[in-house]
Structure formats: C-alpha cells, structure tokens
C-alpha cells in the first residue's frame, strides 16, 4: 500500500510547481522532499516528475496519481474535521479561493456577514484564477473555490467535488461617452463594431475567448489593440476614449458611471457563469459560507 506521507509528497511538489517551493511549504529541505519522491517512484516502478531548470513537471502516470492523491489527502482532512466534531470541537478555519473581480464584488460583503454570524470559525483568502484551484479543494487546502466560465471556455472537470452557478454575470458592451453606438436607439451588433479598437485579455485568457468566439459566431473579426485583463484598466481605458470592450454587469455597478456607457450587445448575451465549488461532504461552516455567497451574488445585480 502507498504511503500517504509520499503522496502529500506529490500533491505538494505538483502544487507548488517545484520541489524547492514545496520542500519550503512543508518545512523539509530539498533534499529530503526528492528522497521521498525517490521513494514513491521506486515502489510504483515509473517516474512521477520531470525535473527541470523551469522547476517540476508532472509525467502522465504523476497526473494520474495526483487526482487521486488530491482525493485521499481530502478524505484524512475530512475524516479528521469529522472525529473532532464528535469530539466536541467546532470547525476553527475556513480557507477560500476567489478569482481577482470576485474578490472586489461578492467576496467582502459575504466575509463580513459570516464573521458576523460565525465569529469563532477563522477566514482566510486566497486569490486564484481560473481554472486553477480544483485539485486544492480536492486536497482540502481550500475549503471552497468561487471560479467562473466564459463563453467558449469549456468547464474544467469537477470530478467528485460538487460545483453550483451561483451567478450569471451579463457582459455588457463598454463605450466611451458620446460613443455614436451608446447613443443609437438600438443596441449594436459587433458587425457594426469592426473597425473600434478592443480592450481585452491576450489570446488564451478567458475573456478574449469570449471575444473570439462572439466575433465567430457573427462572422467578424476584431482588432485587440489594447491587451489586459484587469476590468480597471479597462475601464480607465475606456474613459480616456482610446478603445471599447466588454465588462461584466456587477464590475460595473462597483464603478462610478462617469465617462462610459454600457450597452447590451444586439443578437447575443454573452455572460460569464459564477460558480462555488467544494467537496461532496464540506465540514460545517461551508455550507453556510455557499449561502452567504448566493445571498451576495443576488445583492450583486440588484
């Protein structure tokens, strides 16, 4: 039988994206921590991790293992929160993963509410970006993961966690002030947008997928002239009247209107879908964090 130990081993190191920085996390040096690897692969007969000067890369037989050591990991944690629970002992710590525009429009509200009601359970907070963080929640380092899906963007595998839309966030077409399309009696079509200057993410973030995918599905392509991923800028952006872009309806509402106009954009209504996710048996106090979280995300778009 593997030794868990070993397998924490993995977990970590694939984690972490090396073995100095996992060594670091579990308070071994190096040295040991490749021992212990060393050890893992002899017993299965193949090599787990490819070392490299750009730090550990997982083989396919390590992938394999690491879903299923992500599971075993969280099965001890969750075996452990249930015998101190019969013991008497309440949950003491809630850790979550928040990708960055959660963390400024869902995330506070619901932190405040919880600490309110829960005062004894201790938060913390963890920023993470899609389509990271399901194997930490797997492993039970994270308690609870907000994440979110683009259009076009396919949904990670949640495979025995449980995963629940908590919000549909419309993605609203962004003008400069005095734009003529902000000012038309009808809504825009991209195809009436061809020759504006985008703001949005480089090729493969998730925004610029949607992008792509909505200039597909009208036949167009579009100039990104403008690349960030950061809804600030592009909003700053945006005022200066330097170019145009699609922002989510809760960003904006957490922004003063002056200097922009939003649009829905005509034929479509792309959206990206907010999401919690946690494993099928949380301990106590997630449960109640989900609520808090529904509750936010409706006050959101109120």
Request: charge should be negative; hydrophobic fraction near 45%.
């Amino acid at each position: 039988m593997l030794d868990a130990n070993r397998i924490r081993v993995l977990v970590e190191i694939a984690h972490a994206g090396s073995i100095a920085a996992a060594a670091e996390r579990m308070s071994f040096t190096a040295p040991a921590l490749s021992q212990q690897l060393a050890k893992l692969e002899h017993e299965l007969g193949c090599v787990l991790v490819e070392r490299g000067r750009g730090g550990a890369r997982l083989t396919e037989a390590g992938r394999v293992l690491l879903g299923y050591g992500e599971r075993v990991l969280g099965e001890l944690r969750d075996a452990e929160t249930a015998v101190r629970a019969i013991a008497g002992e309440a949950p003491r710590r809630l850790s979550l993963g928040a990708f960055a525009s959660a963390g400024k429009v869902l995330v506070p509200s619901a932190l405040a509410a919880f600490g309110q009601a829960q005062p004894h359970v201790r938060l913390a907070l963890f920023d993470i970006e899609p389509p990271d963080g399901y194997g930490l929640v797997a492993s039970g380092e994270l308690d609870l993961l907000i994440t979110h899906r683009y259009p076009g963007v396919p949904l990670p595998d949640a495979g025995r966690l449980h995963r629940e839309q908590i919000l549909i966030d419309p993605l609203l077409l962004v003008l400069p002030e005095g734009h003529p399309a902000a000012t038309a009696d009808a809504d825009p079509h991209l195809a009436d947008l061809v020759g504006e200057e985008w703001i949005c993410g480089a090729p493969g973030i998730s925004n610029r997928t949607a992008l792509d995918s909505a200039a597909e599905t009208e036949g167009v392509h579009l100039d990104v002239a403008y690349e960030t991923r950061d809804y600030e800028v592009t909003l700053a952006l945006v005022k200066a009247g330097v170019g145009i872009g699609f922002v989510p309806q809760t960003i904006l509402r957490a922004e003063p209107g002056a200097g922009w106009a939003a649009r829905p954009l005509a034929g479509q209504r792309p959206a990206r879908e907010i999401y919690v996710v946690h494993r099928s048996r949380p301990p106590a106090p997630v449960p109640a964090m989900v609520e808090t979280l529904r509750r936010s995300a409706r006050r959101a778009l109120d």
